[in-house]
């Protein structure tokens, strides 16, 4: 008896097996511990079980085909490709990988080369390789299942396998040793397992339609608004939206101890402004989804667990939000960050959720004002906030900033060899450190929101501006840790120029929005005027819940049917680049100065469709060497990403420009060439 027979004998019992230890890989791999893994399949051995059942579960289709060895070699290295895709993506970022990131899989390189140093590059290619021709050798020489197919015993038996794995989930759900709720994804896949929660987010997706959803409870719905007051007449306020980076309070952490306040202008201005706790939709990371909740009024609780609609249905399709309301005001719209356009994805998708101008760190001049970690300082935003404003003059602007400074991981060895803030208290000399870290980065940003507000307070025209911090920092904080004992929470201030009457209340970021306009005399928008109307009363998140699934993914009754929102052709950064002139350094070495305006350190040249390395001097001024500029016709300028992909920023309404070679002089273009 050959060993490939003795192994159908008891197929099922390796197969059983080779799950468990196959899974077991996935997890130390997604660790990058083999005794992190161990200690979650022996602290949580029913998740671990889960797991390891739906791999075995997904390779019962094996038993419908004849070559069997090859499907499960297959199946094995599929789930361990997905593993070490995991592993390598937590290895440069904080979020795991999850359903919207499949996409990537389609550019294989491009995902290589985000996530890899070129060396890594070639070992994951060599494993490709052996993977690759490891299964062409079992396509050829390996062995085939010679019994006979019972199809009628066999597909029953493969569905009901299934059919025993969905009971199984739903009992692991109503017992809470599995949840579909994750208020921080990268927890969740270290608390869920990898596999489970991957699948979670690749099905699990979008708004589900609620029982009742129709167009006479949508009607319904909206006649509980008319309470509200019709829009106030005349000039409306300049408003600001700062999401600061993991910032908060850390005078509510239990046991820290720090030798001084870390943030006592934040501290002051929630004592004489409205003020109160934020309620975010995640702890620890998912910027993004503060940031959605913020704009347009919508809750995640109803989307998919660890959804991003960053990543879903907003790269699909345009979506009601304050920008689109306030446009039709007469406001311009601004977005800001400090840190690469392509972040999240939003240079796409802010165009979707109305912006009309998107500032990204490459296209401040300051980008270079890196903190420890290499992350931009916040105190370079208040010259582009100011900038938003001054850009128009005879309307209003919503300007919506989202800061980086704050960003984690933080470092556990020292990183400051003079730090202004001192920490003591915390369990370990590693999370001391963290801490130290965290706190005088933060003390950094408030020092910047007393620089904001002193040149606010200044400005010839009225202006609120919310500021919030996205999400509690991650510092593996629990409930028992925190004075308030909810992890998602921050605070939150009101500011303002004018003289708003201080009202303190706790809101959720989804409501933030409402709240400001109803401050200021506006109740337009679905959303916005339903928040309004119906906050803290009776089934209210209920009908909340139909509404956004009405605008987002139903039959669009509160539209009437139609799709009112044009996505825009939103411009990058606020100013053109000019190109002045070009002239000739040193005819040694092909030195060329070029000069114009609004350069800045991510500004690169092309030269007839090839990048040439630049070197920024200061925004009036790049530098270039090594080539003949005379056998070239046509020199361009273009914003690019400090991303490892290097993406070009360069659209037809973006700030790129160029200059043409013709009879032996550089030329800039006219509208005729």
């Not at 990537?104 to 995902?111: I, N, P």
């Not at 197919?149 to 038996?157: F, Q, S």
């Not at 056998?631 to 160029?658: G, H, I, P």
Request: charged share 25%; proline share 5%.
């Amino acid at each position: 008896m050959k060993w490939y027979d003795v192994c159908n004998k008891i197929s099922l019992l390796l197969h059983a097996l080779v799950s468990a230890v196959g899974y077991f890989l996935i997890e130390a791999i997604s660790r990058h511990s083999f005794t992190e893994a161990w200690d979650f399949m022996t602290g949580r051995p029913l998740v671990f079980a889960y797991n390891a059942a739906l791999i075995f579960t997904t390779s019962l289709i094996v038993y419908l085909f004849r070559r069997r060895c090859f499907l499960r070699v297959f199946l094995c290295m599929f789930w361990l490709l997905l593993g070490i895709i995991n592993g390598v993506i937590l290895a440069t970022r904080v979020t795991p990988f999850t359903g919207p990131d499949l996409h990537l899989l389609t550019d294989g390189m491009a995902l290589l080369e985000k996530y890899l140093p070129k060396w890594g590059v070639i070992v994951a290619l060599i494993v490709l390789g052996f993977f690759a021709l490891t299964l062409f050798g079992l396509i050829l020489k390996g062995p085939k299942f010679k019994g006979k197919l019972k199809y009628r015993w066999n597909i029953p038996l493969v569905l009901a396998g299934f059919l025993v794995f969905a009971g199984l989930t739903q009992l692991a759900l109503e017992k809470r040793v599995l949840s579909n709720y994750f208020g921080n994804i990268a927890f969740a896949y270290e608390d869920y397992g990898y596999p489970y929660c991957l699948g979670v987010t690749i099905f699990d997706t979008g708004i589900t339609c609620p029982r009742d959803y129709s167009e006479g409870e949508i009607k319904r719905i909206e006649n509980t608004e008319k309470n509200l007051p019709e829009t106030k007449d005349g000039d409306h306020p300049n408003i600001i939206f700062l999401q600061l980076e993991s910032f908060f309070d850390p005078k509510l952490v239990d046991y820290l101890e720090m030798s001084e306040d870390p943030i006592p202008v934040f501290r002051k201005l929630m004592k004489e402004y409205t003020s109160g706790y934020y309620k975010v939709p995640s702890v620890g990371a998912g910027t993004a989804n503060t940031e959605f909740e913020s704009i347009t009024g919508m809750s995640l609780h109803y989307f998919g667990p660890g959804e991003y609609p960053y990543k879903s249905i907003l790269k699909e399709t345009t979506c009601e939000s304050a920008p689109y309301i306030l446009k039709d005001l007469g406001y311009s719209t601004h977005a800001i960050h400090n840190n690469e356009a392509n972040f999240y994805g939003r240079r796409s998708i802010f165009p979707n959720l109305g912006f009309d101008t998107f500032t990204s760190a490459e296209y401040m001049p300051e980008e270079e004002d890196k903190n420890p970690l290499g992350w931009t300082r916040d105190r370079v935003l208040t010259e582009e906030i100011i900038k938003c404003l001054d850009s128009t003059e005879d309307q209003p602007d919503y300007v919506y900033t989202i800061s980086v400074q704050g960003h984690g991981s933080y470092p556990e060895e020292p990183e400051l060899e003079e730090p202004e803030i001192t920490v003591t208290g915390s369990p370990t000399e590693a999370k001391n450190n963290q801490w130290e870290y965290y706190v005088n980065q933060i003390r950094e940003m408030d020092n910047f929101v007393k620089e904001l507000t002193d040149a606010l307070e200044k400005y010839p025209e009225d202006v609120i501006l919310v500021m919030y911090g996205d999400h509690l920092p991650t510092m593996d904080l629990t409930v028992e840790d925190v004075k308030n004992r909810y992890l998602f929470q921050t605070q939150y201030v009101m500011w303002d120029n004018f003289g708003l009457e201080k009202k303190d209340v706790n809101l959720a970021a989804y409501q933030m929005a409402a709240e400001v306009l109803d401050r200021v005399g506006i109740h337009e928008g679905t959303i916005f005027r339903y928040h309004q109307a119906r906050r803290n009363t009776k089934n209210y998140q209920v009908d909340l819940e139909t509404l956004q699934y009405d605008l987002l993914y139903g039959e669009r009754y509160s539209y009437e049917g139609e799709k009112p929102f044009k996505r825009t052709k939103m411009r990058l950064g606020i100013y053109d680049t000019t190109l002045n002139g070009i002239s000739l350094v040193s005819a040694w070495d092909h030195t060329y100065r070029i000069t114009g305006t609004n350069f800045t350190p991510s500004s690169q040249v092309k030269l007839n469709g090839e990048w040439y390395d630049t070197v920024y001097v200061n925004p009036t001024t790049l530098m270039i060497s090594g080539t003949e500029l005379g056998d070239f016709d046509r020199l361009s300028v273009v914003q690019r990403s400090n991303s490892s992909t290097r993406k070009a920023l360069s659209k037809s309404y973006d700030r790129s420009c160029y200059m043409l070679y013709d009879d032996n002089k550089w030329k800039l273009p006219t509208e005729d060439n």
